[in-house]
C-alpha cells in the first residue's frame, strides 16, 4: 500500500470522507500535499471562515461605534 494511500486510509477512520477521496500527493521526503481547494471543502474550515468573518465584522462595527462616538464631542469647523 502507497503513503497516500495509507493517509487516505487514516482520514476514512477518522470520519473525514472529504480527506478519504482526497488527491493527496507524496513529496520525496515523506512530505503529503494536499490541494487547498480540496482542504476548503472541509466542514471544519468552512465553519472556521464563518467565525472569522464574525469576527471581523463585529470589530469593524465596535471600531465604527467608537469613531462616531469621538465624533459627538468634537466642535465643527467654522465656515469663512
Known sequence: MSFANRIRKAFAKHGNPVLARARVRVGGR?????PSE???????VQE???KALAIVNRTASIRQQNREEAMVGTPQPRKA
Open 30 to 34: 515523506g512530505e503529503v500535499f494536499i
Open 48 to 50: 472556521m471562515q464563518r
Open 38 to 44: 480540496e482542504i476548503a471543502t472541509l466542514p471544519e
